[in-house]
């Protein structure tokens, strides 16, 4: 697989997904020609149901790639005589082979930066199951570090219906701070993690938030997003952070399991805690060295409440829309407009379990201001509505 990896590093234009591997596609289709001799190619992929996009040729058996790119696509018998002693030669057994997909609304390069520090929950079937894999991971966690799981679950899908308390929080790591994210509703810190952080009786919430109390008014180390989930972005935004190096890392292995269930593109939404252009090098280092396994577009996410406009001027003057972010790229990682927020006045929160915002007129002026500054420059925009 490693191999095959180094090979489907340089993705073009259209990207083709088999059993759960990335390949390279082509510009345009191509078809084995008689008398025409092809050169050796670096790689061939048969015994496939291959969905062309081709209406002159909306199926084949196998097809041909080199320098990352669609040779000849065609029958199994004319596509592997052209295989050379060094082609690697890849039997599908008989599944079917798709054109990558496309997510149009992911948040790929925050997720990761986060990706290496995160216990996910996706899939388990019981919150014993889920408690016993935060012991676990405490137990290879090192100091400094936390435990962590965000996103991807519910507790809809748990044998018990419901969410963990704090007391089995604290008992499956009594000295590791835990931090586990529902949606962006609720969060739960254990009594090491609320110690961490510095929250005590005397402790703040962001406007739109509160921190949950018991009926003697202690601190329960439930974090209540109603409706703005403020409180739960500034908390894993004070988590440690991975080094630049281990973003790389994080990166690559985030990407290659986004492969892994047929993407090969995305339009990134930018973020809360997630600013530009620091918090993308990560991606940016994998699509410097040719080594980006997704094609990215990206939205940049203001992340000051007030200071919108200021930040988009600012970004006017070091990127253009639709322009790749390193000279050496060839496709893959751009910089494409603003959003999902463009401005905070107009955030429309996703907890569905609290009262639908209010905006005010301040956020009819600021949006305003924002959107005729972008639609002036000619940059995209996409705002975060539900």
Known sequence: MRAIFKTFHTLHLLTTVIVGLALPAATAHASVLEGVVAPV????????????????????????????????????????ALAGDRTLKVD?????????L????????????????????????????????????????PKGQWVRVIGGWSPYQFEEKRFPTIAELNAAAPDHPVFVLFLYSRGFLNRAGMDALGINETSEAPPGSHYERAPNGDLTGVLVADPSPVILYQTIAKLPQLSAA??????????????????????????????????????????????????????????????ELEDFRDW???????????????????????????VWAAGDYENFMSAQPVQGQAMEEQLTAVARLLVKKRWPFRIHAT
């Open 41 to 80: 190619p670096e790689l061939i992929v048969f015994n496939a149901r291959i969905t062309t996009q081709n209406p002159g040729q909306p199926q084949a058996s196998a097809l041909a790639i080199r320098d990352g790119l669609f040779q000849v696509v065609g029958n199994d018998k004319e596509i592997l």
């Open 92 to 100: 599908a057994r008989g599944r079917r082979v798709i054109p990558g």
């Open 102 to 141: 496309n997510d149009s609304h992911l948040h790929v390069v925050r997720g990761g930066r986060f990706y290496n520090l995160e216990l996910r929950w996706e899939g388990v079937p019981s919150l014993r199951q889920g408690l016993d894999m935060i012991t676990e991971q405490a137990s290879r966690t």
């Open 246 to 307: 281990d973003q790389v890392n994080s990166s690559r292995q985030f990407y290659r399991e986004l492969n892994r269930f047929g993407l090969t593109s995305a339009i990134d939404a930018g973020g809360g805690g997630h600013g530009f252009p620091l918090d993308y090098e990560g991606s940016r280092a994998l699509a410097a060295t040719g080594e980006l396994p997704l094609r990215v577009s990206n939205f940049l996410f203001p992340q000051t409440p007030g200071r």
């Open 316 to 342: 006017m003057t070091i990127t253009v829309p639709g322009e790749n972010t390193h000279a050496a790229l060839e496709h893959g990682f751009e910089i494409e407009g603003g959003g999902e927020f463009l």
